[in-house]
C-alpha cells in the first residue's frame, strides 16, 4: 500500500468510524498501534507506561468520534498526542522532578512530529514487505518463524507449541529463511 493509498484508507477510516463503525476504528488501531509503539520507545523504555499511553490515546480518539472528521493528518494527530501523553504521565510519576520532565522534553523534541510521521510511514511498509515475504512460506515454516521472531519464543517452547523435535523445528526454520531471503531479493529487484 502506498502512502498515499494508506492515506486515502485512513480517511475512509475515519469517516465510517465517525459514522459509528466500530469495525473501522478497529483497522484504525492495527494500522497505528506499532509504529505508535516504536515511536514511544524513542522517548521511553518503560513498556507499560508506553503500552497504557498507546491505551489512552486511542480512547481519546474514540471517545472523541463525532470530532475525527476534522483531522486531517491522523498520523500527526497520533504523534502528537502520544508525545503530550507521555510527556503527562513523565511529569505525574511521583518519582519524576521538574528537571527530569525537562529532560524528556528535550527528547521528545528530538522526535519531531515530521519523523515520528515518517518512522509511522516507514513502519507500515516494513510491516506490509514482512507481509508479503511470509505469504512465500508454507504454514508451517510461517508458525515456526513467527512463535521464535516476531513472539520471541525459544526453541523448546517452539517445538512444544508446534508438536515437532527439535532437529525438525531448526530445518524448518532453516529452509523458511532461505526461503525468505531469496525471496527479498527478488522483492528488492522489482523495486
Known amino acids: 500500500m502506498t502512502t498515499e493509498t494508506q492515506r486515502a484508507r485512513?480517511?475512509?477510516l475515519l469517516t465510517e468510524f465517525s459514522?459509528?463503525?466500530d469495525a473501522a476504528f478497529a483497522e484504525l488501531y492495527e494500522m497505528y498501534v506499532q509504529?505508535?509503539?516504536t515511536y514511544g520507545l524513542r522517548m521511553t523504555h518503560n513498556e507499560?507506561?508506553?503500552k497504557d499511553c498507546i491505551q489512552e490515546v486511542f480512547l481519546k480518539v474514540y471517545s472523541k468520534r463525532s470530532?475525527?472528521?476534522v483531522i486531517k493528518n491522523f498520523a500527526s494527530y497520533l504523534v502528537i498526542s502520544m508525545k503530550n501523553r507521555l510527556l503527562?504521565?513523565?511529569r505525574h510519576q511521583s518519582f519524576c522532578s521538574d528537571n527530569e520532565v525537562e529532560?524528556?522534553?528535550g527528547r521528545a523534541a528530538d522526535c519531531d512530529v515530521e519523523q515520528g510521521y515518517l518512522l509511522i510511514e516507514d513502519e507500515q511498509m516494513q510491516f506490509q514487505?514482512?507481509?508479503a515475504l511470509m505469504q512465500c512460506l508454507t504454514p508451517r515454516q510461517r508458525e515456526a518463524i513467527t512463535l521464535y521472531y516476531l513472539e520471541g519464543r525459544k526453541y523448546p517452547e517452539v517445538c512444544e507449541r508446534m508438536q515437532m523435535n527439535y532437529h525438525s523445528v531448526r530445518n524448518l526454520m532453516h529452509r523458511g529463511m532461505l526461503k525468505l531471503r531469496e525471496s527479498a531479493g527478488v522483492l528488492q529487484t522489482i523495486q
Do not use: M, N
Open 19 to 21: 459514522k459509528g463503525s
Open 48 to 50: 507499560e507506561l508506553l
Open 10 to 12: 485512513t480517511q475512509t
Open 88 to 90: 503527562d504521565a513523565f
Open 129 to 131: 514487505q514482512v507481509a
Open 103 to 105: 529532560c524528556y522534553a
Open 35 to 37: 509504529p505508535l509503539y
Open 67 to 69: 470530532e475525527q472528521t
